[in-house]
């Protein structure tokens, strides 16, 4: 789910015939957004856009409340790495023989 500006170009484009917007009048459940400020983009924007899934943790508990929350990456790659991290911030260590 994301908003498209440009929504009847893209439907024009791939030959769609027609096409509908959703904005946020109609959601049983109301988004909440909240923007975090996570330093600057310096000389090297790939490495900060790296950086940036270290961050995300601690935005998750402080904002989610232990809630659900969705977390919007740009490709099937950023997503994994980000999954990674998250995995490592949320499940604790275990060894392998702690199960004997």
Not at 30 to 39: E, H, R
Not at 41 to 51: A, E, H, P, T, V
Not at 70 to 92: D, G, M, N, P, Q
Request: proline letters at 6%; a positive charge.
């Amino acid at each position: 789910s994301a908003t498209l500006p440009n929504l009847g170009q893209l439907a024009s484009f791939v030959e769609s015939g027609e096409a509908y917007v959703f904005d946020d009048s109609y959601r049983p459940v109301p988004l909440s957004i909240f923007v975090q400020a996570c330093g600057h983009i310096g000389k090297n924007r790939y490495l900060f856009d790296k950086s940036l899934d270290q961050h995300v943790p601690s935005i998750l508990k402080r904002f989610s409340s232990g809630r659900p929350a969705i977390v919007f990456c740009h490709s099937k790659k950023e997503t994994e790495a980000l999954a990674t991290e998250l995995s490592r911030s949320y499940i604790a260590p275990t060894k392998l023989n702690d199960s004997a």
